[in-house]
């Protein structure tokens, strides 16, 4: 608990200069509503804060902000909200969102000003937000045909819901997008490919829709971003030159990962699925980074993991999906290349099971051959921890419920020249290096 305590302390001590600065003669500006913080609300908490979104109450409004003035002060200076975890510095990535140190410093002022509302002049328009479909009108719509019912209270789910999807002969899966129709409930979705069968099966032996699933994808996911979606995060294409091929016959499964919320709720999702007619000109491959040997006593506050993958050939970067459970406190991931200064590829120093999110580079990072990619995790058993589901603690080990613990990193690269692709499979003493899946260049 001392970091909290530690970066209010660094919070106030920070309003204390600021509001010393006003003091100058001829200087303080006043801070208000319209003219400074309706816009740093509408640019960095709306996505998220108003009516059918994720997050619990608006923030559109100056009633909206002067009733929770103080919270969004503390979130805010806590780096709570926006919710964004990694830190700054250790890699850029698409979609960043976090507010600047003068932000921070903006909403502490105008608290200690009195939250004033300001000259009406100044309010900018509110954000227009696309409710229709942000990547455009999708090739093949998907839709759940009936609404699955989540009861008010209980444990989170995690349900599976199978697909037929033809995709034309010669066509390619360019990018998906998925819409939840009530974000209340929505944690997050997982988009699969089963070429088993088995998906369908389980489906066809459970008589509500879907199936229940456990926090293990019922398939293989989709390619890089596709993978996954999480609240107020927008849908990417793949990378240039990467598409991805549908083997004929194969089932599209969806899992959700349901929250109840207080009330009975229901959850009927749509997914768009754009095509190209491009086959794969580059080849893609997620790398694993996993150390499965988790067993960590009660009380322990620092149980660390590692892993580490040295990369046989020249590669570009396209990101990394960090995956803990509950635990998880923090989470490196460190690139050391044969010659030159180790780099930072992720940090995140302030684990949160619920903002998982998969890490896309603003520029892909090329890493030469002979680079050692390195994660280091640290879980805390410890009943400080507020996020430790056993009160007092228990002993955790590696397992699938979210209680059990994890500890691992998907890696997505593409080789810099494609001949080089079948050495991506292979490390420098001739093990095998884990991939988890590829989309291969025809
Ligand atoms: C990506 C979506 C998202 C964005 C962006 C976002 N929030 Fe939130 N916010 C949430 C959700 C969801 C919750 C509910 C608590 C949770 O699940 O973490 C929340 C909770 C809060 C709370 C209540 C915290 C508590 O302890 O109850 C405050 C205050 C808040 N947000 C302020 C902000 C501010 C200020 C911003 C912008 C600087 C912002 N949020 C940006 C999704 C978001």
Excluded at 294 to 321: C, K, M, W
Aim: charged share 20%; net charge negative.
């Amino acid at each position: 608990m001392i970091r909290p305590i530690l970066a209010r302390f660094a919070a106030a001590f920070a309003l204390l200069l600021s509001c010393a600065a006003q003091g100058e003669p001829g200087t303080p500006a006043a801070v208000t509503f319209n003219k400074d913080i309706a816009p740093v609300l509408f640019r960095q908490c709306v996505e998220c804060h108003r009516p059918g979104q994720v997050a619990p109450f608006p923030l559109l409004t100056y009633a909206d902000a002067k009733k929770r003035a103080k919270m969004i002060q503390s979130v805010t200076s806590e780096h709570i909200m926006p919710p964004w975890k990694s830190v700054e510095g250790h890699g850029s990535f698409v979609g960043e969102r976090r507010l600047s140190a003068a932000e921070i410093d903006l909403i502490g002022r105008w608290m200690a000003q009195g939250k004033p509302e300001g000259d009406a002049g100044d309010l900018p328009a509110p954000p227009q937000f696309t409710e229709g479909w942000k990547l455009g009108p999708p090739d093949i719509v998907v839709k759940m045909p009936e609404p699955y019912e989540i009861p008010a209270e209980g444990r989170d789910i995690y349900r599976n819901f199978v697909f037929t999807l033809a995709i034309p002969e010669g066509k390619y899966i360019k990018a998906a997008e998925f819409r939840p129709s009530n974000r209340r409930v929505v944690h997050h979705a997982e988009l699969c490919i089963d070429v088993t069968g088995r998906a369908r099966k389980q489906d066809d032996a459970d008589p509500a829709p879907g199936f229940a699933g456990t926090s293990t994808p019922p398939g293989q996911l989709f390619p890089g971003s596709m993978a996954t979606w999480t609240p107020g995060r927008d849908p990417l294409p793949l990378p240039e030159g990467v598409s991805m091929p549908w083997k004929q016959g194969a089932d599209f499964v969806m899992q959700l990962h349901l929250h109840p919320s207080g009330k009975p709720e229901t959850e009927q999702s749509t997914i768009g699925i754009y095509l190209t007619d491009e086959p794969p000109r580059r080849s893609m491959v997620d790398l694993l980074l996993i150390d499965m040997k988790i067993n960590i006593p009660p009380g322990e506050s620092a149980y660390h993991t590692r892993a580490q993958l040295t990369l046989p050939i020249d590669v570009e970067t396209v990101g990394l999906f960090p995956h803990m459970h509950m635990i998880g406190r923090e989470f490196k991931v460190t690139a050391y290349p044969p010659q030159g200064d180790p780099f930072p590829l992720l940090w995140i120093n302030d684990w949160d099971f619920n903002w998982q999110v998969y890490y896309q580079y603003a520029v892909p990072m090329k890493l030469t051959a002979g680079t050692r990619v390195v994660m280091e995790a640290v879980h805390d058993n410890s009943a400080d921890n507020i996020h430790n589901p056993n009160q007092p603690p228990k002993r955790v080990t590696w397992g699938e419920q979210t209680t059990d613990e994890m500890s691992l990193a998907f890696l997505q690269v593409m080789p810099m020249r494609e001949e080089d692709f079948a050495k991506l499979r292979v490390n420098e003493q001739g093990g095998k290096l884990g991939v988890i899946r590829a989309v291969e260049r025809k």
